[in-house]
């Protein structure tokens, strides 16, 4: 009998609110690979390190981010160190180095998962030394990977034009072909009137994601609420915002969920918000998953402007585009589809369609068969 494959996914977070890593995690051991994980967390209240073949540590994110850094690379260094897998995924360029370096001494192929503009992240734009040492890590270590993949078309062209590198591939931020059992009742659960429309935003709660746009939109308007689902370093700050601008009792934030259960939320909602800024130009090609959430729970979305996204809706028509900035043309946008029955119902049915196509179990073939 022919020996199983094995793999070790590295990432600098936690796979049961990474859809992404728990999607390759799934996929290969589906295909009968012999999968393990190492992960790590610092935001989830109350976590405690889970250890076996997911394992993710405990680590403390306090003043002085060295600690933290040193804490999470001696962890995985030691996992690397004492293990051998055929394929090492790096998640993130944060595990890059380390499982670039290990994995090529341990005779294993390296696959670097390019998930972000690492050299332009958004929430590092005013720390430009930072963004600096984070391309330079890029560049560093991209070039021992086998393979290169990354979540949007515009992003590989960068890396391929930035690296000089030639063997990427495209795997986007697709969800499982898996549509929610049941939909959460919002309505029930926080007497939200039938009258009104509920509008989701799921994800890292962070600046840059338009949530300040809608907060601002529902100063002036009393037809919809807005759910925020997610944690994140900014959520605080969208809380104080939501009373500075007399919104609280529009806006309802709610922790973080996992990934099996997500999509029953997402179904709960009306019209899903991913008002992407362009800020950075990890932003500008933003391709989030959480558009793809959007249309497989078949609930129409309104997203940025911002080319990639603006692509699936003129594609697929599952929603409208907007410019991030602009408050008259979120409304102008909300209105059609709530006053709109049948754009409304025509927009459901075409996220019906497109989930068809728009599937993790589609895209992570070209995977397998470049791995085959």
Known sequence: MEEKKSVLISFLGNINYDSRSLNFYQSFSNKGYDVQFMGFDWMTENFVTQKGNITIKKIKKGKVSLLFYLSFAIHLKLKLLTSKFDYYFAEDVYTLPFVALIGKFKKGKVIYDSRE?????????????????????????????????????????????????????????????IKPKESYDFRK???????????????????????????????????????????????????????????????????KVSQGELLNYTKGANVGISIIENVSLSYFYALPNKLFEYIMAEIPCIVSNLPQMDDIIKQYKVGLSIPPDDIPALKNALQKLSQDNAVYKEMVQNCKSASKELNWEKEIEKLFEKLN
């Open 117 to 177: 503009i690492f050299g332009h992240l958004a929430g590092l734009r005013k720390r430009k030394n930072v963004q600096s040492l984070m391309k330079s890590i890029e560049k560093s270590f991209i070039k021992k990977a086998d393979i290169v993949l990354a979540t949007g078309k515009l992003d590989m062209e960068y890396l391929v034009k930035e690296y000089k590198i030639d063997y990427g591939l495209v795997i986007r931020n697709l969800p499982l072909n």
């Open 189 to 255: 659960e926080f007497q939200i009137p039938e009258a009104k429309k509920i509008l989701i935003y799921q994800g890292m709660v962070l600046h840059g994601r338009g949530l300040r746009i809608v907060l601002e939109f529902l100063k002036d308007s009393d037809d919809y609420v807005f759910i925020v689902l997610g944690d994140g370093d900014s959520k605080e700050y969208y809380k104080n915002l939501a009373k500075d601008f007399g919104v609280t009792q529009k806006t309802i934030f709610i922790n």
